[in-house]
């Protein structure tokens, strides 16, 4: 009897659930939610009309409010508002609701997609080795793929240059694929099959699922540092740092002359962690903290933090005297490479214009940083009807340079056709004979 009661709690518990998932949003609440997020851009964001004018933005809503005139469930409501993301900066965005994200943790198990002049994209099946033309994408032609991520992605921050690898996991991420998305391919007798690309929860060759790994090849005096974030979980800062520390005093006994540091899928994190890293290639005895002026936003402003000072024109910004006291570790003076990619995020973005500055036997190899630090701090609000979460950023800096607008320029150009990749020591060394 307890087993039958159990067994008929669980099924109830696992329909209400579906039920809540599936919950279908008002056309009022939706209009309300959108409404709620305008008027927090606008009080939050030291910069809300950067991307585009006050007019743009509010004719976007105002559009948006008007294509909604039916019920729609909270994923298909989401993925109708996420063209709002292409008007924010990188640090802020409207998100997907926790447990559909959650089950996005796993990495998609995508292939090397080879495309012709022709915007044709070939890939290798996996059972023959033969190559195989796709030809659609969850039903979509692959034009249609493009030009949705294209029409979603940051004004300012355009794909550039971007292989058909990224637009699928940009399509997979705005779309929310859970588990996977099916595909339409061409074999070598000229028939259409059907396959899918899946979430592989045992994939563990990816760099994003480690925090960082440190290499020294004594032989050569070679040393490779991947570091994945600036900010790792809390309980194991004090690791990190010791084993970073530790691996300086490695590099420092085996007289490793060459140095390179890959933050080519850094997603960012602690300014002053960032700091710290670069402080053990820098002679001075003090460094700025890696921007050249900030704005800060209304609710940054109630902190009344030390290091701000208000001014008429900027309203807060960051004091010129605000720097950082560098590490007393051991110093690195051989030559440093740093390795950094379209998916250099943030605080990695600083960390390579930090290193291109100060450190004169560092060079960047490749490609173009894209303008992703200069926002940063991102506050979450939750919307109340949907209680879908948006960031907003609350902080607008510059880089340190001569670039501030652009960010970091590569020394060396080098295509990295997938940032997910763990590079090896010949890996990085051939980079540097391009």
């Given at each position: ?10 099924l109830?518990?696992?329909?209400i ?26 009080e ?14 509010k ?24 063209v ?12 997907g ?26 890939v ?16 979509k ?5 493009r ?17 058909f ?6 399509y ?8 996977s ?31 960082y790994?440190?290499?020294c090849?004594?032989i ?12 790792p979980?809390l ?11 530790k691996?300086f ?8 002359n060459?140095l390179?540091?890959?933050v ?7 300014v ?45 910004v960051?004091?010129?005297?605000y ?16 390795i ?5 995020f ?9 290193m ?26 939750t ?27 590569p020394?060396i ?6 940032s ?8 990085v ?6």
């Amino acid at each position: 009897m307890k087993k039958t009661l159990f067994f008929l709690f669980l099924l109830c518990s696992c329909t209400i659930f579906s039920q809540k998932s599936d919950k279908m949003l008002k056309v009022d609440a939706m209009h309300e939610d959108l409404d709620y997020f305008y008027a927090t851009l606008l009080e939050t964001h030291p910069y809300p009309y950067l991307i585009i004018s006050q007019d743009t933005w509010k004719q976007t809503i105002d559009s948006l409010k008007t294509s909604i005139t039916t019920p729609l469930t909270i994923k298909e409501f989401l993925i109708k508002i996420s063209v709002l993301n292409k008007y924010l900066d990188a640090h802020s965005k409207i998100a997907g609701p926790k447990k559909i994200l959650k089950k996005m943790k796993a990495p998609l198990d995508l292939p090397f997609f080879e495309e012709d002049d022709n915007q044709r994209v070939f890939v290798m099946d996996a059972k023959t080795g033969d190559t195989i033309e796709l030809l659609s994408v969850d039903n979509k032609p692959l034009e249609e793929i493009r030009s949705f991520c294209k029409d979603r992605y940051s004004l300012v921050e355009p794909m550039k240059d971007a292989n058909f690898l990224n637009y699928m996991r940009w399509y997979c991420n705005t779309n929310l694929i859970t588990d996977s998305v099916c595909y339409t391919y061409k074999d070598k007798n000229g028939n259409t099959l059907l396959a899918h690309f899946k979430r592989n929860k045992e994939k563990k060759d990816i760099k994003s699922l480690r925090q960082y790994n440190l290499i020294c090849d004594s032989i050569n005096s070679v040393a490779l540092m991947e570091i994945n974030t600036f900010m790792p979980k809390l309980i194991r800062m004090g690791k990190y740092k010791k084993d970073v520390g530790k691996y300086f005093n490695e590099l420092k006994d085996k007289n490793i002359n060459t140095l390179f540091i890959d933050v080519s899928c850094n997603s960012g994190g602690s300014v002053a962690l960032v700091n710290w890293l670069a402080s053990f290639f820098i002679k001075e005895s003090s460094i700025y903290v890696g921007t050249d002026t900030q704005k800060f936003s209304k609710h940054r402003n109630k902190q009344k933090l030390d290091w701000l000072v208000y001014n008429n024109r900027e309203g807060f910004v960051q004091k010129k005297s605000y720097w950082n006291t560098t590490s007393s570790e051991p110093k690195f003076f051989g030559n440093v490479y740093v390795i950094q990619s379209r998916d250099s995020f943030s605080g990695a973005s600083v960390f390579a214009s930090l290193m291109q500055y100060y450190v004169k036997n560092c060079k960047i190899i490749g490609e173009e940083g894209e303008v992703k630090a200069f926002y940063a701090d991102p506050l979450i609000f939750t919307m109340p009807n949907s209680k879908l979460r948006f960031s907003l950023s609350s902080m607008y800096g510059r880089f340190v340079g001569k670039d501030k607008q652009k960010g970091v320029v590569p020394d060396i150009h080098y295509n990295i056709y997938d940032s997910q990749k763990i590079f090896s020591i010949e890996d990085v060394m051939n980079m540097t004979e391009r």
